[in-house]
């Protein structure tokens, strides 16, 4: 005789197909990415950073590859830009890179993004069913390309 048994509360968390295994795999990928990160934050080079993200960007953008995350696209050089960032906060915190003074060329892209974002946050926000919602196109067009300029020009 059999008994029947419930099936755990996990799989009333988990969605339809995800097993075990799926999970493994992630935490490994996350641990490896989490790894990474450390190596990149202590003993990165800016430029070869830059250059990696624009080939990452270029090679495996997002028809290549995507990753739904809520109501978030996760991808991959998303992912290498935050890493970048991230690694160039900490060691500007360790004091690793050498401050330097802001340039007329930096001052000039600080005023560009302010007039950006002002003009964006006090335009139109209803979405078109043909262009990117605003705020996405402030992101990408302009805030991610301005993220590469301070890790890239410390040298």
């Known amino acids: 005789m059999r ?3 419930s099936p ?3 799989a009333s968390i988990l969605p339809a197909g995800v097993t075990g295994l799926a999970i493994a795999i992630a935490i490994a990928i996350g641990l490896g990415l989490l790894a990474w990160t450390a190596v990149a934050a ?3 080079d800016f430029v070869a950073g830059c250059i990696g993200f624009l080939l990452l960007a270029a090679a495996f953008g997002y028809p290549l590859v995507s990753f739904e995350v809520g109501p978030y696209t ?3 050089d998303r992912i290498a830009l935050a890493i970048l960032v991230a690694a160039f906060a900490v060691q500007r915190w360790l004091g690793r890179t050498a401050p ?3 340039a007329r060329a930096d001052l000039w892209l600080g005023a560009f993004l302010a007039f950006v974002v002002l003009r964006t946050v006090t335009s139109d926000w209803r979405p078109s069913e043909q262009s990117a919602p605003p705020l996405w196109r402030l992101a990408a067009g302009y805030a991610m390309p301005a993220a590469l300029a301070a890790p890239c020009s410390t040298r």
């Open 100 to 102: 330097k003074p802001l």
């Open 3 to 5: 008994v029947a048994r």
């Open 8 to 10: 755990g509360p996990a």
């Open 74 to 76: 996760l991808t991959l």
């Open 42 to 44: 202590l003993r990165g």
